[in-house]
Structures are given as C-alpha cells and as structure tokens.
C-alpha cells in the first residue's frame, strides 16, 4: 500500500499530464482548422491542373512515343516510395500506419526482385522504417510544424524530379494518409511517376467545334508541366497530411485526457480509503489506549 | 455592354481572383495576349511577369511566377505557381525565387535546359526590377 503522500503525489503528476493533453488536444482543434481550410483552397489548383493533364495527355497518347514522366520509362523495376508523414509524435497510429502500407507493399515488391528506395517526407516515417531499409533511404525531408508551403512541395519534387532525371527509378509511388475525417484518416497511395491520369472522369468540355490552340506547342506544354504536376500532387499530400496528423493527434490526446481522468478518479479513490484507514486505525489505537486504564 | 470574360486565378495555395470581366492581358511565354469573352480555346504557358486585369475601367496588375493559362467556352483560368497582387509586394517574397533561378541555371545538366533556366531568371529578373525600380 502506498503512503498518503505518495498517492498524493501522483494524483498532482496525472493531473498535470491531464492538463497538458487537454491542452494539445485544443491546440490540434484549432490547427485542424485551418490545416483543412488549406486543403480546401488548394483544391481548385489540384483539379485544374489534372483535368489540364487528362487532356493534354489524351490526346499526346495519340502521337508519338511521349514523355519518360508520362509514359514511364518502359521498366518497373525500380521503385521509389515517397513516404509523406509527420515529424512529431503523439498522434495516436498516423504515422506508423502510413509508413507500415509503405512497408507492406515494399515487401511485396522486393519479394518479386524489384528494388526499392525510400524518400520521406517527415521524420516519423522514417523512425518507423529506420531499422529495415536505413540503407535504401535516400533523403529525409523535415515537413515542419506551422503547416507545408508550397517551397517546402517545390524543395521535395526537384529532388524527385532530379533522381528521375538521373535515371535513379522507374516508378514513384507517394504514401500519405487522406483526410476522411477527424476519427478516420486513409493511408493511400498514388503513383506519381509515370502519371497514373485517369481519363478525365468521361467528362469532356464542349469546345463548340473548335480546337485548342496551344502556345507553345503540346509537347513542349506538357515538359513544363508534369514537373509541376509532380510539385502539385506532393503539396496535395503535405497538405492532407497536415489535416490527418491534427486529427489524429486530437483524437490521441481526447483519449488520453479521458484516460487520465479515469486514472484521477480511481487514485482519488484510493487517496480517500486509505486515509479513512488511517484514521480509523488511530481512532482504535486512541479508544482501546483509553480502555486499557 | 459587352459579354464579360470569366476570370480565374488559381494558385497553389489559394483562389486569388474568380470573377467576371472585360479583359485579362497575360505574359503569355511567346508574348503579351490579351483576352476578352469569348476568346478562341488556347492552352499556353506563361513566363514571369504581370498580368492585368480590366473590368469597367478600372485595372488590377497581379504578378505571376510561372504558370499556366486555359481559355474554354467556360472562360479563362490561370494557374500560377506563385501569384499575388502588385500592391503590397514584398521585396523579401522574391529573394527565394532569385535564390531559386539561380541554383538552376548552375545545375542545369545541358546546354537546352541551361538556356531555358537562364531565360526563366532573365524574365524573374525584369519583374523584380519594375516591381520594385532596380
């Protein structure tokens, strides 16, 4: 049985943790916000840029050979996992699940003998896989904790654009989780490279019979384009991550307030029977002294 | 009164302008264009430079670094990597794009692309210079 004050003690200790995971879960409500805003004006970008693409490429396919960021470089036999996390903890499973769809597909792909290399964006992802591909990890990028900008995007595509460039692999596939929302967040997975454009969803602009004109021509156009497309797709990523980790730090630190107000109630408890004890105990020390005369 | 053009700037980070509007000039990459409604489908980059925009007299200049204009019988949308209002620039918003040119231009693996690079820091360069005189 603990003494009163050490029981004392650790009701001051929970409490206080209580009082900081309430603070962090209020933090994360409040980032949450904003983080979603972001992804909500961001959108338009997104859509435009791959409806832009969808069409651009439709009708590119028909002509010659295309792009190696199009069209892939013929082979699949190199991969690249782009693994989009968080740099911080206390986010209940966020990062961990990210980094283990990651891995499970890795293994999937190496069990086939293809090769497989890691860039990680967020330093949590890469804690998690640290111990099994150190060695295939390229770079580690740091997201930062006020929220992704698009330089940060700019910063990370050039690399990927540059290992492409250095015929480093055949395919780039980015890992983030989707924001569903506050409980749920989607670990998922896109191919970047080659760009996996889906056909525009069948829904075609009625340009009244008219052409596109293209200035300069379509080629050239998609050269500028599918590097952007590339920088697009990771700030779509940063900024659906910075959205999933909020939430999930907010549901981690909702449940750990309420444990540790559970944990409170039972040491109160606790506290309060054993210095009912005491004092009983002194009560009969006191009276059956008094009867002993 | 003429028909109206509809007007969409787009970046990354926010919708900056969605609106209805006479006319758009555009630092389109082979040239000035101006648009007005019912203009033509056209695809086409965009260097860096200014973009303005004229609705019932009155004009607003926006910069763009970089991007990318579609004019559809829907209207015309711009989607710039990097896009603000003219009033209210910040010397300070640019060094990193100057910083940025200039890294590309020294590790640009081929002559093309180092053309290219220099040509993107030449245009960078001249916007900065007429945004803040020098």
Partial sequence: MPSLKELRNRIASVQATQKITRAMQMVAAAKLRRAQERVEQSRPYTERMASVIANLSASMSAQEGGLPMLVGTGSDQRHLFVVATADRGLAGAFSSSIARAARDKAQILQRDGKEVKFLFLGKKGFDVLKRLYESQTVEVFEVGTSGPTFADAELMSAKIAELFDAGEFDVATLFFGKFVSVITQDPTQIQMIPAAVEGGDGETLDLGGAAYDYEPDESEILKELLPRYVTTQVFGALLENAASEQGARMTAMDNATRNAGEMIDSLTLTYNRSRQAQITKELIEIISGAEAI | ?134
């Fill in chain 2, 1 to 134: 009164m003429a028909d109206k053009l509809k007007f969409n700037l787009v970046s990354p980070e926010q919708l900056l302008v969605s609106a209805d509007v006479d006319m758009v000039t555009l630092p389109g990459s082979e040239g000035e264009m101006g648009v007005l409604a019912n203009h033509a489908p056209l695809m086409s980059t965009l260097k860096s430079g200014f973009l303005s925009v004229s609705n019932d007299s009155a004009e607003t200049k926006y910069y763009v670094l970089g991007g990318f204009a579609e004019v559809n019988p829907e209207g015309l949308t711009v989607l710039a990597e990097h896009a603000g209002e003219v009033d209210g620039a910040q010397r300070s918003d640019f060094d990193r794009h100057i910083k940025a040119a200039e890294r590309k231009v020294e590790t640009a693996p081929d002559d093309d692309s180092r053309q290219d690079a220099e040509q993107a820091q030449e245009h960078l360069n001249a916007l900065v210079s007429e945004l803040f005189g020098g």
